[in-house]
């Protein structure tokens, strides 16, 4: 536990003394910022150097209004969606009275405070609201709706890409009641969707949707699509879809907008149709180019008779869980979280290879290799950019080597699909088992 005296503050809210040791670990700095329940400070891990957004909120004051589940459920988000467009929680600690959340220090300040200088200019609005959706989309495939989506939580790093952040009203696919929807009103009412404000009952993903579809109204027009001081007059607005685009906004962002702020949910254009239309394709930013594609692109083959790198004792026995092949031919949860996998086999390496290529084939994927290393590149853009694989050979003995295999690019839900799908099938018949019993035990696996 953190001793809460690390972090008293002065009248001002500053840190006692300029800065402080929280848990042994992190230095704390000067306050960020603060809102009703939490302060921001600025912090430095004395480990590894990294400075970080430390987020302290009081335990008292969150008990007290009945907001700890919704503390809870943000940690539970938090932890699920790693993605280069979402603020990323590093760890939790807390104290008797205090919880306190280690974050991304993203350092370009937000999205709202670049539109309140003025509508941006239409391939900027494009870049941002590339990023906007890649973030929302890699939500929704882990079964998280954010449900108050708004520029004040879109922040941008100091290269200027886009972060989400505040998961505190989000939702989990496991909050859908019998009727297959949410039911619970929240979110900012300028951004909310229609079917948020009734009683009915609403698609977590569809409500999401429309705030993307106010948010890039916002970045191109520079004022909400939906306004009123009278509040039901607004609510009246958006349940009807009635706005109106300036006469500057092109008619492809025009009509991608009109379909985005359907007030008919079951109409309104799904996340998968907003990622094909032609506006946004028209340019995908090189920030969305990773480097491990580029890395793909400058890998060569070698001229020359390599050798798989021969392993000691030492490599083998920290390469042993190498041998246990569960992680290619088991389900459960635990399993579908692993990014790279291990196999030995007594073929030589030219048999590894050709059936990396095999599994390549039928996945759709580019290769690039030498005598000891495959390097497979997807053709088309995931939810965490194109999926990139990396197998690398060692040899144990001149007869006997190790395989492994790891995603060195892309989503880790798509690169185990891949292990599952196409992989298992290709290396079935040279994967190593130790007895008749393992090789029985192995065929009997579910596919």
Not at 66 to 72: N, T
Request: hydrophobic share 40%; with cysteine.
């Amino acid at each position: 536990m953190a001793d809460d005296s690390s972090i008293a503050g002065d009248g001002e809210g500053n840190v006692a003394g300029g800065s402080s040791v929280l848990h042994g670990k992190y230095e704390l700095g000067r306050l960020l910022g603060h809102g009703t329940f939490a302060k921001v400070y600025h912090a430095r891990n004395l480990q590894t150097g990294r400075s970080v957004a430390m987020k302290v909120v009081a335990k008292e004051k969150v008990i007290r209004v009945g907001m700890m589940d919704q503390i809870k459920r943000e940690i539970s988000v938090m932890k699920m969606v790693k993605h280069p467009n979402i603020v990323e929680l590093h760890e939790v600690m807390a104290s008797k009275s205090k919880i306190y959340f280690a974050m991304d220090l993203v350092r370009g300040g937000e999205l709202f405070s670049k539109i309140s200088k003025g509508r941006l200019r239409e391939d900027l609005a494009r870049v941002y609201f590339q990023q906007l959706i890649s973030a929302v989309d890699f939500c929704h495939s882990r079964g998280v709706y954010h449900r108050d989506l708004k520029p004040e939580n879109l922040l941008l790093d100091e290269d200027g890409n886009l972060k989400v952040t505040d998961f505190g009203l989000s939702a989990f696919s496991e909050h859908l009641r019998q009727d297959g929807l949410l039911h619970t009103t929240c979110g900012t009412p300028a951004y909310v969707a229609p079917e948020v404000i009734g009683k009915n009952g609403y698609d977590g993903a569809k409500a999401d949707l429309w705030s993307c579809g106010v948010i890039l109204y916002v970045l191109l027009a520079g004022f909400l699509p939906f306004q009123d001081e009278n509040i039901m007059v607004m609510y009246r607005k958006i349940h009807r879809g009635d706005f109106k685009c300036p006469p500057w906004f092109s008619s492809e962002a025009r009509r991608l907008i009109t379909k985005l702020l359907d007030p008919n949910p079951k109409t309104r254009i799904p996340i998968s149709k907003v990622m094909e239309s032609s506006w946004f394709k028209k340019s995908v930013p090189k920030a969305l180019v990773t480097k491990e594609e580029m890395e793909f692109d400058k890998f060569e083959g070698s001229d020359k008779a390599a050798q798989p790198e021969t392993l000691n004792a030492f490599h083998i026995i920290s390469l042993s869980e190498g041998f246990d092949l569960s992680p290619l031919f088991e389900g459960d949860k635990k399993r579908e979280e692993k990014e790279e996998l291990r196999f030995a086999t007594a073929g030589p390496a030219s048999s590894v290879i050709s059936r990396l290529e095999v599994a390549a084939k039928a996945g759709k994927f580019s290769v690039k290799k030498n005598e000891t290393k495959v390097m497979l590149q997807g053709q088309e853009r995931g939810r965490k950019g194109k999926l990139g694989i990396a197998a690398e050979i060692f040899a144990v003995t001149p007869s006997f080597l190790v395989v492994e295999v790891r995603k060195d690019n892309g989503d880790t839900l798509e690169y185990n699909h891949f292990c599952n799908k196409e992989l298992r099938p290709a290396l079935k018949d040279i994967v190593w088992t130790t007895s008749p019993a393992a090789a029985a035990a192995e065929n009997s696996l579910p596919a």
